[in-house]
Every structure is written in C-alpha cells, then in structure tokens.
C-alpha cells in the first residue's frame, strides 16, 4: 500500500473521530514514525504531505535527520537517556518522552534553544511502560521550573496493547484529566497544552478523548 493511500484513510478516520466529538481536525498534528522503516519509505511519506516525524532511538533519528529534507520537524518519542541527549538536542521539535530530572538536566545544559517537551506518564501502570505515575507528574513539573530550556507543552501516554476499547478510553481519559489538573496551576514553564496519545490501533478513541499529536506508525508506513 503506498503511503498516500495509508494517509488518506487515516485523514477519513481522524474526521469521522473528530466529527463525533465536534473537533475540528485541524487540532490533530499526525507524526509518522518511521522507526521500522527505510530512508525510502520515510521519503515517500513525506511526499504524502507528512512534515512531522518520529524516531524512538537517537543513532536512527540521527540518520534519518541527515538524509532527509531539512523540512521535516522531528520528534523523539522513546526512552532517553541522559548521556544521549545531546546527540539529538540541536535536531528536535520536540521531545515526548521526559520522565526524569536527569533528563531535564542534561536538556538545560546542552540546549541553546529552549525545547519543546511532554512529560511522558505510565497511566496504565504497566510495569514495561515508561513515564511517571499519575500522582508524580504534578511535583515533577514543580521541580522542572528551574530548567529554563525546558517548557512543558503536553503529556505524553502508551495505552496497553489490548482488546478493550473501553480500557483504552479510560488510560486516555485520565491523561486528559491530568492535563487539564496542570493547566489549571497556570504554570509558567508549562503551559501544558497539548496531548501526545493514539497510535495505529486505538489513534480514534484518542482523538475523541481530546489528542492533539497522535503518532502513528505501522498503518500510515506499514506493510509496503
Ligand atoms: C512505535 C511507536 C509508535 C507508533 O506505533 P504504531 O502502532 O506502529 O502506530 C507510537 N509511539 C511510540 C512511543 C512508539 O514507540
């Protein structure tokens, strides 16, 4: 399948998605990540009209970053460490994985710019998931207030990898009431305005639970 067909049915979904709730879906920024797939494959989503895309290893966003078009607005969004930060700090748009201090750290001291960050949480609480538990993320945007390179803009969440719509719904539902719980400490340093969540199989339910990045991978540069 090629990537603009791949597209067009993700455009037609994420319409009828907002259309349920009254979005308008202007409000969704897609992020094709193109972590399983060739500089080929990257190239023609980008063809497509993808401007956003997503890498969730360093060395392969590095790589990506270099052989493709200067246009493309990248976001790391798998787990990070420290010591790899500055690898990719002068690269990204954005970074949707921070969920410790020593990240933030190494954020503040090797960034000229200030960068772009979602607090990643483990809403499910699944033991493989990264991120903070729910009841962490309000004093670890606290703490971040004295990084001054790091302006929080969004949460960031996994839901598990199961048949329940409903479960689903939920884990996207907390991170919104969690989201709105930020906004309402009128912070400074973290407006907090946006939510990372949806992937290829649940991108819908995240949508009508108020997403405004999904990314999605496997059925946007899938199956060739
Ligand atoms: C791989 C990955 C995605 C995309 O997954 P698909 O199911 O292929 O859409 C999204 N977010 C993160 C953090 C990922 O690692």
Not at 18 to 33: L, T
Not at 49 to 62: D, K, M, P, W
Not at 135 to 162: C, N, Q
Request: a negative charge.
């Amino acid at each position: 399948m090629s990537v603009r067909t791949n597209l067009e049915e993700i455009y037609n979904k994420i319409k009828h998605a907002c259309q349920k709730v009254n979005r308008d879906p202007s409000e969704i920024m897609i992020i094709g990540v193109t972590k399983y797939v060739t500089i080929e494959r990257a190239e023609e989503a980008i063809k497509a009209g993808i401007t956003n895309l997503g890498e969730n290893r360093t060395e392969e966003l590095t790589e990506k970053y270099n052989q493709l078009s200067d246009e493309v607005k990248w976001h790391f969004i798998g787990t990070l460490q420290s010591r790899k930060v500055r690898d990719i700090i002068d690269k990204v748009d954005a970074i949707h994985s921070l969920d410790r201090l020593s990240i933030a750290k190494q954020i503040n001291s090797r960034s000229n710019d200030v960068i772009d960050c979602f607090v990643q949480v483990n809403v499910s609480g699944e033991t493989s998931k990264h991120g903070l538990s729910p009841e962490d993320v309000v004093p670890f945007i606290e703490k971040l207030a004295e990084y001054e390179k790091v302006r929080v803009v969004g949460l960031m969440t996994m839901a598990p990898h199961i048949e329940d719509k409903d479960k689903i719904r939920q884990v996207f539902k907390k991170l919104a009431q969690l989201k709105t719980r930020i906004q309402d400490n009128h912070y400074e340093h973290a407006p907090c305005q946006f939510l990372s969540m949806g992937m290829s199989n649940d991108y819908e339910i995240a949508i009508e639970e108020g997403a405004t990045h999904i990314r999605i991978g496997s059925s946007l540069v899938g199956p060739e």
